[in-house]
């Protein structure tokens, strides 16, 4: 049924890349729906969160979950960067610096046009950032 009306709108599944979450509405009063679909003799269970184009979005548009993802890729590619300045041998110190300030703020900043992070994780994202500074 779901592949019939798709098709109906020019749309198709790609079995591999689907996943499901039920959004709501603030009207909606009745308990979640933990119904799972089906495509193509696959189960689709509903999670709690979907990554859609680099974007994680959760039933309740909570924005935590995607900038936490979003912090720990910048310390793993800040790890990274560090290993590239190994005392007396490396990169410059300056261009170590350029590196991760240019790097990690497009990889923090990323989803920040659509999202806004809560004062919690703007004071996490914050302080990670004045660590890359220094």
Partial sequence: MLKA?????????????TELIHWRTTRDRGPVSCS????????FPPKDEVRWLGYWFTPSFSTTPH??????????????????????????????????SSLLFLIL?????????????SRKLSSFWHKVQR
């Fill in 67 to 100: 900038f936490t993802k979003r912090l720990a890729k910048a310390q793993a590619a800040f790890v990274a960067v560090k290993r590239l300045y190994p005392p007396g041998m490396g990169l410059p110190p300056f261009l170590c610096h350029r590196l991760a």
């Fill in 5 to 17: 009306r798709g098709a109906r709108l020019g749309v198709s599944f790609s079995i591999p890349k």
């Fill in 36 to 43: 799972p679909i089906h495509l193509d003799g696959s189960i």
């Fill in 109 to 121: 900043s990323y989803g920040a046009d659509t999202f806004k992070p809560t004062a919690h994780m």
